[in-house]
């Protein structure tokens, strides 16, 4: 994972930010209102991994590499690695969020 950890929780309910506080203790995720985000990088493939807590889901992106100007597109859970999404789900559980939110489809 890359990208530091902070929050910023101004805005959101208390019982909205909990469990986002929880995540921001996780490494690499960043709080922003109410969500948070990591990035996750590795064999060549870059994602952008969110949890949304109002909806309490969980939305993977595909990043395109640096170079490619392209835009990040959402991707189904079936396109992304196994150790990823195990990982999301160790930190769902440490925030004290339901990890089986991770399979959810939506």
């Known amino acids: 994972m890359s990208e530091g950890g902070g929050s910023d929780r101004g805005g959101p309910s208390d019982a909205a ?3 986002l506080g929880g995540l921001a203790d996780r490494e690499g995720w960043r709080v922003d209102g109410a969500a948070a985000r990591v990035h ?3 064999e060549g493939d870059r994602y952008s991994v969110e949890y949304y807590s ?3 889901c969980v939305v993977y992106w595909k990043v395109p590499p640096e170079a490619g100007g392209e835009t990040a597109v959402p991707v189904g859970r079936e396109t ?3 150790p990823l999404r195990e990982r999301i789900r160790i930190d769902l559980d440490e ?3 339901d ?3 991770e399979r959810r489809s939506l």
Do not use: F, K
Request: hydrophobic share 30%.
């Open 17 to 19: 930010v909990e469990p």
């Open 40 to 42: 996750y990088e590795g």
């Open 54 to 56: 109002p909806s309490d």
């Open 80 to 82: 992304v690695p196994t």
């Open 95 to 97: 925030a004290g969020i």
């Open 99 to 101: 990890p089986e939110i």
